[in-house]
T-cell receptor, first 114, second 120 residues
Framework: DAGITQSPRHKVTETGTPVTLRCHQTENHRYMYWYRQDPGHGLRLIHYSYGVKDTDKGEVSDGYSVSRSKTEDFLLTLESATSSQTSVYFC?????????????FGPGTRLTVL | AQKITQTQPGMFVQEKEAVTLDCTYDTSDQSYGLFWYKQPSSGEMIFLIY??????QNATEGRYSLNFQKARKSANLVISASQLGDSAMYFCAMREGEGESGGSNYKLTFGKGTLLTVNP
């Protein structure tokens, strides 16, 4: 299994509070991604990174920011959490090498915003 | 328009039978990749199979095969000899383009998923 961990695994917070989710990998993969999963929507890309300090927006980036200061860590921050950000958040990694460049996923973080 | 369409919200199959999960896609790129992932009730995302747009043969991985019909833009997953452990949500996904510029060509777009239930 790809070495990807996410912390925390579960979090309950209140509207308006800042929240930071951490993704940590031990695979030294170049690309890292944050998705959210909601019923009826599948997985939607929030932000992704293609190297240290290189990030870009995905499909649903409003209300989220990211940072990547080290290859192994990719942080997702909700500056002021809202109830619409209640979701399951997945981190994924991939590398250029290999034919398919499949993404490997972390275990997910369940976030509830009250 | 949706880039990945999975028209079957739920499917049922008898144990030991084969089942086909549908996926159609929309892209103007000549080079792209198609993926299937499995998500059991425990929540993890498991990579199953990959098909490149230039691959001439359908991809196979054990009991999984991908029925790739390029002209119809479909990439259906076939699971042979279903097992109870195959009960899960299945997602089709697409990566458009090739190359390394900016990393944008390594993004995946997912369908909404199909919930497969295998009955004993």
């Amino acid at each position: 299994d790809a070495g990807i961990t996410q912390s925390p695994r579960h979090k309950v917070t209140e509207t308006g509070t800042p929240v930071t989710l951490r993704c940590h990998q031990t695979e030294n993969h170049r690309y890292m991604y944050w998705y959210r999963q909601d019923p009826g929507h599948g997985l939607r890309l929030i932000h992704y990174s293609y190297g240290v300090k290189d990030t870009d927006k995905g499909e649903v980036s409003d209300g989220y920011s990211v940072s990547r200061s080290k290859t192994e860590d990719f942080l997702l921050t909700l500056e002021s959490a809202t109830s619409s950000q209640t979701s399951v958040y997945f981190c994924a990694i991939s590398e250029i090498a290999g034919r398919s460049n499949e993404q490997f996923f972390g275990p997910g973080t369940r976030l509830t915003v009250l | 328009a949706q880039k990945i369409t999975q028209t079957q919200p739920g499917m049922f199959v008898q144990e030991k039978e084969a089942v086909t999960l549908d996926c159609t896609y929309d892209t103007s790129d000549q080079s792209y990749g198609l993926f299937w992932y499995k998500q059991p009730s425990s929540g993890e995302m498991i990579f199953l199979i990959y098909q490149g747009s230039y691959d001439e043969q359908n991809a196979t991985e054990g009991r999984y095969s991908l029925n790739f019909q390029k002209a119809r833009k479909s990439a259906n997953l076939v699971i042979s000899a279903s097992q109870l452990g195959d009960s899960a949500m299945y997602f089709c996904a697409m990566r458009e383009g090739e190359g390394e510029s900016g990393g944008s060509n390594y993004k995946l777009t997912f369908g909404k998923g199909t919930l497969l239930t295998v009955n004993p």
